[in-house]
């Protein structure tokens, strides 16, 4: 199907940038490999979690895992690219978070969630592996401090809420997958961000 | 019912608590909403996971996404307060500290946990939230380090076991959370911390 | 059991471990009892949560806890032995290890998994908890960028996996954890470490 096959494509996407962090924070082999498995992996595992899915996905289906390591080999090989790699890589990263809230919102709707509740796995689906990267490297996580990356999730993820009872699964997957997509695509290109709010000075 | 007034209040608070951090951090609106939530549902979400209680309390009873929501926006909206409000959040913070621990305890040892275990899942209902809060916003866990934080809800969920069987739910849990009400405002009033014991200096 | 007694062994090595770096990090006791929790059972508890064997698996088993509870105590008690115990305490955490290793990789076969799942359960096993561990304490988990610890983890699960159809579990437990064992001091005493690979210099 092609919505397993772009998922393999996101879960390609987000293991080379995992690894690519690893290799920035000099880390070993090991390291890459764990940072590229819980970028790709780790917001849909946690979503299992969350609604008692276990064992978790990856674990019947080793394709993933397949294709993680040799994504992270692969990003290791190349990683001399690493700079020219920023935007085409960006812009596979937009397709993978796309594809990723999709999916985590369809199965939360499957296991009977709320439709807040279930906007909520999707985004945690999608952002979620690339904040346990953030804490794993000891950052904070990126997610939460800049550009639209979540508010791309959460709008596709409403969208699909509201328009799969009415269009059905297929056609709104993809309406909410491009969505998500475009938002992600046109926030990079004119480098927009969510607004902060920052406290007035603190006696600490 | 009282106890989940209560509950639901502790779980505003803690959002607040959440949310300013995330502010002081810089983090945009989403980062707020985030850290608000963490914080507020972080630990009794990691306890239904360890119990096996799936999916997460929060699933099916979205009124706590509700106030956590609210919760972040009226934080956002009064951050130029934060300082004022820090004595009265402190309070309010000691009042779902007490909640929290009381609900986790209980919730322990209705799936049959042991009473060392069904204190352990009280603390981590209390605490756990912040500890995420703090790893999440890059920062060591302040409950790791300093004040009669833990100690109290380890007290209270002591004394929750112990009283339980003896006087019955009601009773118990009024006692137990007066108990961490109280500890905790004591060691605030007083400013007592838990000793520390530090390492001779280590040649690394 | 020996197995047991062996786990229970590692269990106190790890708690102590974590302990002495709460210590190092200026935590209180509350902070120490926790760091030293989590190492020693945080590995197998995020095993025993992806593979949806719920309550986890010192829930039952409080001789865990009280294990960890005395080793805490322990360590703070000997905490001016700190440097002293370097080496003895090395050698201890290699059982450790590999005692943690062929346990995840026995119980992810006994739920079903693939081999490449097995061996990863049992590396998280071992490696998960002090990871873990420095999560809390504000550092970039060790594991992931020095030394031959995770390797060895990996080489061992992956001999229980081929060996344990062939010889059963009992010899395959052996062969495998002593193979940990081995290349963990060996890597140790001769201070090998797997290779890392750095970016060049990026624009950031």
Not at 103 to 125: N, Q, R, S
Not at 147 to 167: H, K, Q
Request: charged share 10%; with cysteine; hydrophobic share 55%.
């Amino acid at each position: 199907m092609l919505l397993y096959s772009l998922d393999l494509f996101g879960t390609a996407v987000f293991a080379i940038s995992g690894a690519w962090v690893a290799c920035r924070k000099d880390m070993d082999i090991f390291g890459a490999m764990v940072l590229a498995f819980v970028t790709a992996v780790g917001g849909g595992t946690i979503r299992d979690l969350l609604l008692g899915s276990t064992p978790v996905f990856w674990f019947q289906d080793t394709l993933y895992i397949t294709v993680i390591f040799a994504s992270t080999l692969l990003a290791i090989a190349l990683r001399n690219w690493h700079e020219k790699a920023q935007w085409p890589l960006q812009v596979a990263d937009a397709l993978g978070l796309a594809v990723f809230v999709v999916i985590g919102v369809g199965k939360a709707l499957a296991y009977g969630a709320e439709p807040v509740v279930a906007v909520m796995m999707g985004v945690l689906t999608g952002c979620g592996g690339g904040a346990i990267r953030d804490v794993l490297a000891d950052e904070m996580p990126n997610v939460l401090r800049k550009e639209v990356y979540a508010s791309a999730a959460i709008a596709g993820g409403a969208v699909f809420v509201f328009l799969n009872p009415v269009l059905g699964y297929a056609a709104t997957t993809v309406i909410s997958a491009s969505l998500v997509l475009f938002m992600r695509l046109f926030a990079l290109y004119n480098n927009i961000s969510l607004p902060r709010f920052q406290l007035p000075q603190v006696s600490k």
